[in-house]
């Protein structure tokens, strides 16, 4: 896709996309302005849907965007999904940026407010920071391989077949559910806790709380168990049982392994990822009014 030149401060500006993984890169000339992020210094991502993409032209002609490898911050355009996708790609990059999401999907929980572009500058100026922690996830397959992801919502253990998952789970090394059988069980973090958390039943999380949600998904036994919470410095061990009779896949946000014997779980503190939010409508303030939604 070509978007064509334009004219801005009277420099020709050529829109380049790049790809980046499932990402959309406007490349564009290195602005003037500047401000308590260094606004002269923004990278723009957009969503590959056709709402994003014509937001993206008309942000386009509103500033002079930089390459992301030149930024200090990144504007994200999409849904709450993308957003995941982008920082899921500065994480692998391990160049992770602060981010100001516009909301061009359908629920954006992750991200502000979409108007036109006229005071983006300012609103990005005034912007609340809130940091977040990944999950890390260490899993081994049924072949001895090691494979390792992080995930800003959840780490998820899910059964691939009819037949139901039976999973040993460890907390700091001792065993508390010597079998959970079921759908499968998972661990998310605050930000993730509105997320596939809350489908399965488990607790909203406020974003400062520093813990987990440990949530059974359709269990069968334990019957009465309903999951726990966890200190967020706790290292969460799951052993799958008749691994070959029940195969269990172990799933990062979007990224899935398949075929998994075991599963370690801890927060990834040397990660640490700033979100950036309109004043009054923060993650932590979606976070609280999400449990009050009847």
Known sequence: MHFGPNRHQGHALLQVPLQIGTLLLLSLPMGTNGSQIDLNRLALLASPTDRA??????????????PLEEAEAVVVLGGDGFMLDAL???????????????????VGF???RHRDCAGLLKRIAKSKPVSVCPLRMEAVDQHGN????????????????????KIEVSVNGKVRIPELAGDGILLATPVGSTAYNLSAHGPILP???????????????????RGAILPDRSRVSFKIREPAKR?????????????VAEVHVEIARDMEMTLLFDPGHALDDRIVAEQFVV
Request: proline content about 6%; some cysteine.
């Open 247 to 259: 195969p269990v896949a172990a799933v990062a946000d979007q990224k899935e392994y398949r075929d």
């Open 88 to 106: 899921h790609q500065m994480l692998d990059d391990n160049r992770v940026l602060p981010a100001y999401g516009l909301n061009l999907g359908t």
């Open 53 to 66: 993409r014509k937001a993206a032209e008309e942000l386009a002609d509103c500033h002079a965007w930089v």
């Open 146 to 165: 090691k494979h390792t992801s992080c995930a800003i919502n959840e780490v998820s253990l899910l059964r691939e077949t009819r037949q139901t998952a």
């Open 207 to 225: 974003l400062d709380s520093q813990v987990l949600a440990l949530t059974p998904i359709s269990p069968f036994r334990p019957r009465r168990w």
């Open 110 to 112: 992750l991200m502000n």
